[in-house]
């Protein structure tokens, strides 16, 4: 069966960096767009980034463009997000998705949280 399961969320302070990370397994992982989403509490979980299955295209939400790196291992069924210059309003559980044929497919989310 599908598994996505997320990695690396924390807290950190307002400038700093994470790097999440997203093991993906029961699916031929090369053959498919990964995304991350966000949900902070009382919002809709909203796309933050986007990589297609060969690496070499990505799509960034306005708010993160510039401050956020989408990336992925085919070799290793990975898809990760660097996190830098965090903002306090990056705070929410980060969720990684695969939409495989007319199915959504998301991990557990790991949670995110920019405070002083």
């Known amino acids: 069966q599908v598994q996505l399961v997320e990695s690396g969320g924390g807290l950190v302070q307002p400038g700093g960096s994470l790097r999440l990370s997203c093991a993906a397994s029961?699916?031929?992982?090369?053959?498919?767009?990964m995304s991350w989403y966000c949900q902070a509490p009382g919002k809709e979980r909203e796309l933050v980034a986007r990589?297609?299955?060969?690496?070499?295209?990505?799509y960034y939400a306005d708010s993160v463009k510039g401050r956020f790196t989408i990336s992925r291992d085919n070799a290793k069924n990975m898809v990760y997000l660097q996190m830098n210059n965090l903002k306090p309003e990056d705070s929410a559980v980060y969720y990684c998705?695969?939409?495989?044929?007319?199915?959504?497919?998301w991990g557990q989310g790991t949670q995110v949280t920019v405070s002083s």
């Open positions: 998705n695969a939409h495989l044929g007319l199915i959504d497919y």
């Open positions: 990589i297609m299955r060969d690496g070499a295209r990505t």
């Open positions: 029961g699916f031929i992982f090369s053959r498919y767009a």
